[in-house]
Structures are given as structure tokens and as C-alpha cells.
């Protein structure tokens, strides 16, 4: 973990902004480049010329393609000449000069829904739990069937800043923990290489409460009129602005509540569901035993509507330390 328990905050990326998908992570010490993605439908691919042309609202968008750009095909690498002549698709792109950008990376539309559930969270049956060579060493792999039934061979990376999250009932746990024919959610870290990292794995209740993107872990430092509250997250000093209102869902003693259980220095999982320019709109806020009441809720509870459009004025909040990091 990167703390001493658990710390995260990933941003969803979605539409014309700059963002990951399953374009590899940057190797350590190289400055990582601005990646933006747009997604539209297929007006023209010529793979004479090398160039495809996306029709979107904003209007048409045109890109270049070369050797070194990957094509993605059903959820796996692809040809560009096998590749699907009309639907949507999406291409990323490095955000450097002026258009047509080149494209690093084009997706079928197959491709945006499988690659999309294994970078979000992916429902998947374990197939069986090996150990690989890497180098001199010896690392643990996961095999399972995913629910848009690909074949992933995942590594565990077992140290590092970005090692892999193993979770079960709520606690991290060893792979070992998992047997064959469990069923599992996870998430797929890629890196330029045939060889594909797992990011998180749980059960799928403790993946809700815990692994699910954009979630952070702290003590309450202060709490204040109408729901406003304020975080302390260990390990860092930082402070982020967050808004709770009426439509934020507290759970406390195992079950569904309102804020007045919460009290300065008590534990909490704070979920939201957006965060811009240090801003942070609370879709949840459950103490840690409370976890499992959140997953039920979270696993059947509508998609959150945006700030201010559920009970009223949302109340400002102060969160510490949003920092970044999975599950």
C-alpha cells in the first residue's frame, strides 16, 4: 500500500481531455507526455494515405497514422487493415504542434468497451494462479476469463510504488487468498509490452468499497455546519476542496445514515464523483466497518447526478491530501 493503510485517487478521463486509457505507463525517468483521447464515429480510414478522419459534433477530426501507431481490435492488438470500417471509435494522441496529431493509438469500438472495464473495473472468473520468469526472478501470474470473455494472463507486481492491490473480505490479502473458479473484479495496468501488470483484484464487494476509481481514506480533522466536514489523509499534509450535500450517502454501524453519527478524529472512506482543479464532489462518505453496507448500496444505487442537481446546494468541505494512487 502506499500508505500505511489505504490511499486513492484516480481521475476518469472521458471525452477530448488528457488521459490514459489503455495507452501505456511512462518508464521510470521519462517525462510524461500530454495523451489526449477523442472519441467519435469512423468517416474515413485510408490506409493509403495513412490517415483517419472521425466525425464528432465539434466536427471533423482528422489523424495521421504511421508504423508505430497500435491498433486495437476486439480487446487485443490488431492490424490496420483488419480493422472495422465503420462504428465508433477512438483514438489517442500525443497533444504536441498543430493537426492532424499523429496517432499513437486507435480503438475499435469492441475494443473501447472491453479496454475501458479492465482499466475501470472488470468482472472475471479465475482461471488458475502460476508463478512466471522474470529475469532471474520469479513472479506470481493470475489467469481468468473476463466477462467480455478475453483470455488475460495478469503479473502481480509485488513491490514498488505501483505494486499491485490484492483485497478480500475488506482486508488485503495474498493471491493466495483466491482459488480457482472465484469470482473476481480487477483491474489491468498495460505497459507497452505483451505482458500485462494487474492493477487491483477483490472480491467484488470490497472492490465497490475499496478499489473502485476516485476514493480516498482519512480521519475527520473538523466538521462543520449542514454536512461540511474535513479530512486528514495520513501521509499527507495537502488539502483538497470537497462538496457534500443532500445527495451525499453516509454509512455508519452497518448501515445507511445521516452525517450526525460522524465526529472529528473517526475514520471514513470518502467516494466522489468528479474533481476538478482541486475541487471534490462527495458521492459517499462510510466509516471503514461500514464498508460492506456501502457495497450493497453502491452495487444497486443510481449514477450520481452532478453537483447541485440532487437536494439542493451541495456544502463545502475540506479534504486533506487528495493524492494519487489504486485501490
Same mark, same amino acid.
Given at each position: 500500500?502506499?500508505?500505511?493503510?489505504?490511499?486513492?485517487?484516480?481521475?476518469?478521463?472521458?471525452?477530448?481531455?488528457?488521459?490514459?486509457?489503455?495507452?501505456?505507463?511512462?518508464?521510470?525517468?521519462?517525462?510524461?507526455?500530454?495523451?489526449?483521447?477523442?472519441?467519435?464515429?469512423?468517416?474515413?480510414?485510408?490506409?493509403?494515405?495513412?490517415?483517419?478522419?472521425?466525425?464528432?459534433?465539434?466536427?471533423?477530426?482528422?489523424?495521421?497514422?504511421?508504423?508505430?501507431?497500435?491498433?486495437?481490435?476486439?480487446?487485443?492488438?490488431?492490424?490496420?487493415?483488419?480493422?472495422?470500417?465503420?462504428?465508433?471509435?477512438?483514438?489517442?494522441?500525443?497533444?504536441?504542434?498543430?493537426?492532424? *496529431?499523429?496517432?499513437?493509438?486507435?480503438?475499435?469500438?469492441?475494443?473501447?468497451?472491453?479496454?475501458?472495464?479492465?482499466?475501470?473495473?472488470?468482472?472475471?472468473?479465475?482461471?488458475?494462479?502460476?508463478?512466471?520468469?522474470?529475469?532471474?526472478?520469479?513472479?506470481?501470474?493470475?489467469?481468468?476469463?473476463?466477462? *467480455?470473455?478475453?483470455?488475460?494472463?495478469?503479473?502481480?507486481?509485488?513491490?514498488?510504488?505501483?505494486?499491485?492491490?490484492?483485497?478480500?473480505?475488506?482486508?488485503?490479502?495474498?493471491?493466495?487468498?483466491?482459488?480457482?473458479?472465484?469470482?473476481?473484479?480487477?483491474?489491468?495496468?498495460?505497459?507497452?509490452?505483451?505482458?500485462?501488470?494487474?492493477?487491483?483484484?477483490?472480491?467484488?464487494?470490497?472492490?465497490?468499497?475499496?478499489?473502485?476509481?476516485?476514493?480516498?481514506?482519512?480521519?475527520?480533522?473538523?466538521?462543520?455546519?449542514?454536512?461540511?466536514?474535513?479530512?486528514?489523509?495520513?501521509?499527507?499534509?495537502?488539502?483538497?476542496?470537497?462538496?457534500?450535500?443532500?445527495?451525499?450517502?453516509?454509512?455508519?454501524?452497518?448501515?445507511?445514515?445521516?452525517?450526525?453519527?460522524?465526529?472529528?478524529?473517526?475514520?471514513?472512506?470518502?467516494?466522489?464523483?468528479?474533481?476538478?482543479?482541486?475541487?471534490?464532489?462527495?458521492?459517499?462518505?462510510?466509516?471503514?466497518?461500514?464498508?460492506?453496507?456501502?457495497?450493497?448500496?453502491?452495487?444497486?444505487?443510481?449514477?450520481?447526478?452532478?453537483?447541485?442537481?440532487?437536494?439542493?446546494?451541495?456544502?463545502?468541505?475540506?479534504?486533506?491530501?487528495?493524492?494519487?494512487?489504486?485501490?
Amino acid at each position: 500500500m502506499r500508505t500505511s493503510w489505504l490511499l486513492w485517487v484516480v481521475l476518469a478521463a472521458a471525452g477530448s481531455v488528457v488521459a490514459q486509457g489503455p495507452a501505456a505507463e511512462a518508464p521510470a525517468g521519462r517525462k510524461r507526455e500530454r495523451v489526449a483521447e477523442v472519441t467519435g464515429k469512423l468517416a474515413k480510414l485510408d490506409t493509403a494515405l495513412q490517415v483517419i478522419e472521425l466525425s464528432r459534433r465539434a466536427g471533423a477530426e482528422k489523424f495521421t497514422l504511421s508504423a508505430t501507431t497500435k491498433v486495437w481490435i476486439n480487446g487485443d492488438p490488431g492490424k490496420l487493415e483488419d480493422f472495422p470500417k465503420d462504428g465508433r471509435v477512438r483514438v489517442q494522441y500525443v497533444r504536441e504542434g498543430e493537426p492532424p *496529431h499523429a496517432a499513437r493509438e486507435i480503438l475499435d469500438e469492441a475494443s473501447i468497451a472491453i479496454l475501458d472495464a479492465e482499466t475501470k473495473g472488470e468482472r472475471a472468473t479465475i482461471d488458475s494462479i502460476e508463478e512466471r520468469p522474470q529475469g532471474k526472478a520469479r513472479v506470481q501470474a493470475v489467469l481468468v476469463t473476463t466477462a *467480455h470473455g478475453k483470455k488475460r494472463e495478469l503479473l502481480l507486481r509485488a513491490e514498488g510504488e505501483r505494486k499491485s492491490v490484492v483485497m478480500k473480505d475488506g482486508q488485503p490479502v495474498e493471491l493466495k487468498a483466491f482459488a480457482v473458479g472465484d469470482k473476481v473484479m480487477l483491474t489491468v495496468r498495460r505497459t507497452g509490452t505483451p505482458r500485462l501488470i494487474l492493477a487491483d483484484l477483490a472480491d467484488e464487494p470490497t472492490f465497490l468499497a475499496f478499489c473502485a476509481k476516485q476514493t480516498l481514506r482519512g480521519k475527520i480533522a473538523s466538521m462543520g455546519d449542514a454536512g461540511a466536514f474535513s479530512v486528514a489523509v495520513e501521509g499527507s499534509a495537502e488539502r483538497t476542496n470537497a462538496q457534500s450535500g443532500a445527495g451525499t450517502a453516509w454509512f455508519a454501524g452497518g448501515k445507511k445514515v445521516d452525517a450526525s453519527p460522524f465526529k472529528v478524529g473517526d475514520d471514513v472512506v470518502v467516494k466522489y464523483t468528479q474533481k476538478s482543479k482541486g475541487l471534490v464532489q462527495a458521492a459517499a462518505v462510510f466509516a471503514p466497518d461500514s464498508w460492506r453496507a456501502y457495497a450493497e448500496w453502491a452495487a444497486t444505487a443510481p449514477p450520481p447526478a452532478p453537483a447541485g442537481k440532487r437536494g439542493g446546494q451541495p456544502k463545502a468541505a475540506q479534504v486533506a491530501g487528495a493524492g494519487s494512487g489504486v485501490c
